[in-house]
């Protein structure tokens, strides 16, 4: 499973949602989701325009945490 931390970074850096928006000129339903984490996808190019607005990489926003389900993984997806 794949989450977002952007709350803790905004936290953090003390940043709001607005402007994290405003500044990576990207609109501000897409951060809502992040923030709150119901993304279900992020495309490339948003996640580079908020990456150089607060100095970070894409690892920093982004946590991977293997499946368990061993139906999931005897199939052999990825």
Same mark, same amino acid.
């Given at each position: 499973?794949? *989450? &977002?931390? @952007?709350?803790?970074? @905004? ?10 928006? !405003?500044?990576?000129?990207? =609109?501000? =339903? *897409? !951060?809502? =989701?992040?923030? +709150?984490?119901? &993304?279900?996808?992020?495309? /490339?190019? !948003?996640? =580079?325009?908020?990456?150089? !607005? @607060? ?7 982004? +946590? +991977? *945490?293997?499946? @368990?389900?061993?139906? /999931?993984l005897a199939e052999?997806?990825?």
């Amino acid at each position: 499973m794949i *989450t &977002s931390k @952007l709350s803790e970074i @905004l936290g953090r850096k003390r940043i709001k949602m607005s402007e994290l928006a !405003v500044k990576a000129n990207i =609109n501000k =339903n *897409t !951060v809502l =989701n992040l923030y +709150h984490g119901r &993304s279900t996808r992020i495309e /490339f190019k !948003v996640l =580079n325009k908020i990456c150089n !607005v @607060l100095e970070c990489t894409p690892s920093d926003i982004l +946590h +991977h *945490t293997p499946d @368990l389900d061993k139906e /999931f993984l005897a199939e052999g997806r990825s």
